[in-house]
């Protein structure tokens, strides 16, 4: 069974600590979510565990099957089974989406065997055609270039399609709410519900409720000012859709959060 293990993470950009210490565990099979106001570290925590140069690990560990991650490559990271959806998914003009997929997956083949020749290509548009059809996309889709030009809703599709081809054994989904209409984010969330089973762990991270109406959570953490300060089950994010952050606040203010 994989594991994500993160041990009093410390993080920060420039001068700045964003990051305070936090730990956290996430297993296959188990879905998580992180809400929190916006500007906690949210989305510092998701680039620091697939390895964003601009942060820097001040302390703690994050460990994947017993494998301490923090001196690896994105792309390393990436191969060992571990995906991030970005909140703000680049676009690269040129190259389109079934190329990138393909070329991901042939990366993925190729660090398990370095003699693999790729998968087929017959076989590969079978797949990809497969993951498109779950995700209602519109085969035209695969002959675009990735996010370029792509509404909020397509590159999020977009970015759920990888993580099908890809197959990760930990998904990481930022703010993957965000710009989405309710139709788009019912597709998506379905597409996740689909993936979601004993061979994947998810963390949700997001700063409204909603999603998690979709994407029902085993485990929700609040965030607030780098460090988690609440966890709970599935009610806890109902509790934060009806009286809001500022409870929490109060608790921490307080001194008298977990
Ligand atoms: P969230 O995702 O919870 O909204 P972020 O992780 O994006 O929060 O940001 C946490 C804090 O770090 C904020 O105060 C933000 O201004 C700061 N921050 C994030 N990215 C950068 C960056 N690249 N350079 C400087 N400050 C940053
Ligand atoms: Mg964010």
């Not at 790729?118 to 779950?134: A, N, S, V, Y």
Request: charged share 25%; aromatic share 6%.
């Amino acid at each position: 069974m994989s594991e994500l293990s993160i041990r009093n993470l410390r993080v920060g950009i420039g001068d700045k600590e964003i990051l305070k210490g936090v730990s956290l565990d996430i297993k296959q099979g188990e879905v998580h979510a992180v809400m929190g106001p916006n500007g906690t570290g949210k989305s510092t925590l998701a680039y620091t565990l697939m390895g964003h140069p601009a942060y820097e690990v001040l302390a703690g560990e994050v460990c994947f099957n017993g494998v301490n991650i923090l001196d690896l490559e994105p792309d390393e990271r990436s191969r060992m089974g571990i995906f991030l959806a970005f909140q703000y998914p680049v676009a690269i003009p040129g190259v389109t989406v079934a190329n990138f997929l393909r070329t991901a997956i042939n990366a993925h083949r190729r660090s398990k065997d370095p003699a693999d020749k790729g998968i087929p290509i017959p076989e590969f548009l079978k797949m990809m055609r497969q993951k498109m059809e779950m995700l209602k996309m519109d085969p035209a889709f695969a002959g675009r270039y990735l996010n370029d030009g792509f509404s909020g809703g397509e590159k999020k599709r977009a970015e759920i399609l990888q993580m099908a081809v890809l197959q990760p054994e930990i998904a990481i989904l930022d703010e993957t709410d965000s710009g989405l209409d309710i139709d788009a984010l019912k597709i998506v969330s379905e597409g996740v519900n689909t993936l979601r089973g004993p061979h994947l762990g998810v963390l949700v991270i997001t700063h409204y409720q909603r999603i998690l109406n979709y994407i029902k959570p085993d485990f929700v953490h609040v965030m607030m000012d780098g460090r988690i300060v609440e966890s709970g089950g599935a009610e806890l994010a109902l509790h934060l859709e009806e009286q809001g952050y500022d409870w929490v606040r109060e608790k921490v203010t307080n001194g008298t959060a977990q």
